[in-house]
């Protein structure tokens, strides 16, 4: 079945340790996007990449860094975790500017 | 700024009754608009989406939505809900030369018996 698969689905992770979200799309969407996701605050954009090879920064970006080597895997990393990246990361991607995102089950990330 | 309001953080309602969710919006241009839903511990679904034309959508699991350009919104409803419904709802704004998205706060929804 065609779609975004994110690994892990979960994780407790100590501060400081270094961490990387994994997201894989099967479907050759040229753009890919990570949200986090806290109560009452909905989804807010961390970085995305309109095309393989480029990236950019969304509005919450600071202590997270992206790659987009190829089109399929959009990688999100947290150099030195801290308490306040405790959250639901969600991968998403979509065709093309406007269309709509398709979006993957989620990381549950804890830290400690 | 361009942003994204869902006035209603909850919503209760019981189940074969109708529901509207509120979205509005504030962008320099007609946006494209969308519907997401999620359930609990799952991503969230597209539900139905806008980009021109007939200002009623329909979407699937018999929602629909009604973009009224002068007052900047674009409300969710279903005629009968169904306890299958209670999750949460999610408006999302964009633009056709951005890829990006901007979301509401979200609304959560609860079916009561």
């Known amino acids: 079945i065609a779609g975004i698969t994110q690994a892990p689905t979960s994780q407790i992770l100590a501060a400081g340790r270094r961490m990387t979200l994994r997201c894989t799309q099967d479907?050759?969407?040229?753009?890919m996007y990570w949200y986090r996701q806290d109560l009452g605050l909905g989804l807010r954009l961390i970085h995305y990449?309109?095309?393989?090879?480029?990236?950019g920064k969304g509005e919450v970006p600071d202590g997270y860094s992206v790659s987009r080597a190829n089109t399929d895997d959009f990688p999100l990393t947290l150099a030195s975790a801290v308490p306040s990246q405790t959250s639901v990361y969600f991968c998403?991607?979509?065709?093309?500017?406007?269309?709509?995102?398709?979006f993957g089950d989620g990381t549950r990330l804890s830290i400690l | 700024a361009q942003s994204v309001t869902q006035p209603d953080i909850h919503i209760t309602v019981s189940e074969g009754a109708s529901l509207e969710l509120r979205c509005n919006y504030s962008?320099?241009?007609?946006?494209?608009l969308f519907w997401y839903v999620q359930s609990p511990g799952q991503g969230l679904q597209l539900l139905l989406k806008?980009?021109?034309?007939?200002?009623l959508v329909q979407g699937i699991k018999g929602f629909e939505a009604e973009f009224k350009r002068s007052q900047s919104s674009f409300n969710l409803r279903k005629p009968s809900v169904h306890w299958s419904d209670a999750a949460e709802y999610f408006c999302a704004v964009g633009l056709s030369n951005d890829y990006k998205l901007s979301f509401g706060a979200g609304t959560t929804v609860t079916v009561r018996a």
């Open positions: 998403a991607s979509s065709s093309e500017g406007g269309q709509p995102q398709h």
């Open positions: 479907m050759r969407h040229n753009a």
């Open positions: 806008y980009f021109s034309g007939d200002t």
């Open positions: 990449s309109n095309t393989a090879g480029t990236t």
């Open positions: 962008y320099g241009a007609t946006p494209y």
